[in-house]
T-cell receptor, first 115, second 109 residues
């Protein structure tokens, strides 16, 4: 596709339910990143993938958060037993290679609201 | 852990004024990027700086990377309402980009 696509764009869920967020990166981009943004502030790093492997999972807030990437393309971020503090915009980005030399191309995010 | 602090956090100015946004860290980065984000959208890359002391200009925007590659600044000359948005710096930390706390700029006509 022309850009990074994220779905759903909005998700409202009840506390305790599981949610799955999807990211379709730009074709050919080997690196994929997940970030979380609260209240229009800075971005909190969650995890990144190089191909299908995740060299750095250090940003995942708890073991309720997990992510996978298959076929070097689509990625899903799963949050189990959601809590109200999980409410945020979850942003996905892809780039040709990891690191700062290749620009990150972001999707428009999934706005998650836990009630 | 937030490694990059931006200041100011908020900036509200009149069209035509100049402004500077700062991005500071105690860590050394191999490169640093600046992004701008508008409501409901993801951040969009403005510039990448790689060399300590490097200065890059993009029309009315001037970006500088500190000599020690720990800090950076963004200067906007004669701000326009179209410059309104959230400005984010991001440092390259072992292949992951760590983002700053953000500076929200509002330019009034």
């Amino acid at each position: 596709g022309a850009g990074v696509s994220q779905s759903p764009s909005n998700k409202v869920t009840e506390k305790g339910k599981d949610v799955e967020l999807r990211c379709d990166p730009i074709s050919g981009h080997t690196a994929l990143y997940w970030y979380r943004q609260s209240l229009g502030q800075g971005l909190e790093f969650l995890i990144y993938f190089q191909g299908n492997s995740a060299p750095d999972k250090s940003g995942l807030p708890s073991d309720r958060f997990s992510a996978e990437r298959t076929g070097g393309s689509v990625s899903t971020l799963t949050i189990q037993r959601t809590q109200q503090e999980d409410s945020a915009v979850y942003l996905c980005a892809s780039s040709l290679a990891p690191g700062g030399v290749s620009p990150l191309h972001f999707g428009n995010g999934t706005r998650l609201t836990v009630t | 852990t937030q490694l990059l602090e931006q200041s100011p956090q908020f900036l509200s100015i009149q069209e035509g004024e100049n402004l500077t946004v700062y991005c500071n860290s105690s860590s050394v980065f191999s490169s640093l990027q600046w992004y701008r984000q508008e409501p409901g959208e993801g951040p969009v890359l403005l510039v990448t700086v790689v060399t300590g002391g490097e200065v890059k200009k993009l029309k009315r925007l001037t970006f500088q990377f500190g000599d020690a590659r720990k800090d950076s600044s963004l200067h906007i000359t004669a701000a326009q309402p179209g410059d309104t948005g959230l400005y984010l710096c991001a440092g390259d930390n072992t292949d992951k980009l760590i983002f700053g706390t953000g500076t929200r700029l509002q330019v009034f006509p």
